[in-house]
C-alpha cells in the first residue's frame, strides 16, 4: 500500500504564510513528478505547481512569485511554501506523486487526501 500523508492547512490572513508538505510511505520503489493541486467551492481541480524528481519545477501563473514547492526524496516528502496568500486561494490543496509501487509493472498515480487552506481577515 501506498499512502500520501498531508500536513494540516489552516485559516491565514491576507498577506500570510502557510507551508504545506506531504509524505508518501508504503512499498515505494521510486518517486518521479511530485506537485499540489487545488480545488475551491464550485470549481474544478487546478494545478498549483509540480517539481520532477531533479528538482525541475513548474508553477501555475496565478501563484509565481509567492508560492515555492520544493521535495526532500530521502524523505519522500514535498512542499509547498506558501507566501503572500489572497483570499483566492483558499481552497482544498491536494498533494500528487507518480510512483512505482513494488510488485506492480510501472507507475501510477497516487493523490492526498486533502487539506482546507482558508485565506481570510
Known amino acids: 500500500q501506498v499512502q500520501l500523508v498531508e500536513s494540516s492547512g489552516g485559516l491565514v490572513q491576507p498577506g500570510g504564510s502557510l507551508r504545506l508538505s506531504c509524505a508518501a510511505s508504503?512499498?515505494?520503489?521510486?518517486?518521479?513528478?511530485m506537485g499540489w493541486y487545488r480545488q475551491a467551492p464550485g470549481k474544478q481541480r487546478e494545478l498549483v505547481a509540480t517539481?520532477?524528481?531533479?528538482?525541475?519545477?513548474n508553477y501555475a501563473d496565478s501563484v509565481k512569485g509567492r508560492f515555492t514547492i520544493s521535495r526532500d526524496n530521502a524523505k519522500n516528502t514535498v512542499y509547498l511554501q506558501m507566501n503572500n496568500l489572497k483570499p483566492e486561494d483558499t481552497a482544498v490543496y491536494y498533494c500528487?506523486?507518480?510512483?512505482?509501487?513494488?510488485?506492480?509493472?510501472?507507475?501510477?498515480?497516487?493523490w492526498g487526501q486533502g487539506t482546507q487552506v482558508t485565506v481570510s481577515s
Open positions: 500528487n506523486a507518480d510512483i512505482w509501487k513494488a510488485g506492480t509493472g510501472g507507475v501510477n498515480d497516487y
Open positions: 517539481i520532477t524528481s531533479r528538482g525541475s519545477t
Open positions: 508504503g512499498s515505494i520503489i521510486r518517486i518521479y513528478a
